[in-house]
């Protein structure tokens, strides 16, 4: 078929023409909102979310910061029995913070380590632990990501949205057209008698 058979086919509810309902000038306007809300909103989404994921990132990098902490004591035990995954067990460990104060917490550690290991350790504005932040690559992958999804949920919403109305206007349709039916067949009976 060529482009411009497909295109006029397309068009033919825009065009005057006695069997054109109300119904298809509906459809046609809803299906060209949806065309515009998929090539302006979906982009707009998308990059919107990319800049907010990679601002988040930003932010998390800014107000993280790494610091040098000793192991307490010698790691031992079973990583099946403290519940922990890859060879890794909670420890205590103990640091110091730029303001001088000292701190203490647990973190997942090695199983082999000794007591007086130095291990990095991440801790928030109130030098509370926490985990490390995204970098920059990892911050890069994640805004990406958060982008197609916000593009891909615009362009899915607008798409269930044409369709349910598509449902509607269909159903509106076939009442009108058994109606018209009903009123022709009613017809039909009194020209035969």
Do not use: C
Not at 16 to 44: F, T
Not at 74 to 80: E, F, H, M, T
Not at 94 to 114: F, L, N, Q, Y
Request: charged fraction near 20%; hydrophobic fraction near 45%.
């Amino acid at each position: 078929m060529r482009a411009g058979t497909t295109i006029r086919r397309s068009l033919w509810r825009w065009r005057r023409n006695p069997l054109r309902r109300r119904e298809d000038v509906l459809e046609a306007w809803i299906l060209l909102i949806v065309w515009l809300v998929v090539a302006l909103a979906g982009p707009v989404a998308g990059v919107l979310a990319a800049h907010a994921s990679a601002h988040g990132a930003a932010q998390r990098r800014a107000e993280r910061h790494s610091a040098t902490a000793t192991l307490v004591s010698d790691v031992s035990g079973s990583p099946l029995s403290t519940g922990t995954a890859g060879g890794r067990i909670e420890a205590t460990v103990r640091w110091t913070a730029p303001d001088g104060t000292r701190h203490s917490g647990k973190i997942p550690v090695d199983e082999a380590m000794k007591a007086g290991s130095r291990v990095t350790v991440w801790t928030d504005h109130r030098n509370q632990l926490t985990t490390a932040p995204p970098t920059t690559a990892q911050a890069g992958v994640d805004a990406a990501f958060m982008g197609a999804a916000s593009s891909f949920a615009v362009v899915t919403a607008a798409a269930a949205g044409y369709y349910g109305a598509r449902i509607v206007l269909n159903r509106r349709r076939r009442a009108a057209w058994e109606h018209e039916w009903q009123d022709i067949g009613s017809q039909w009976g009194r020209a035969a008698s």
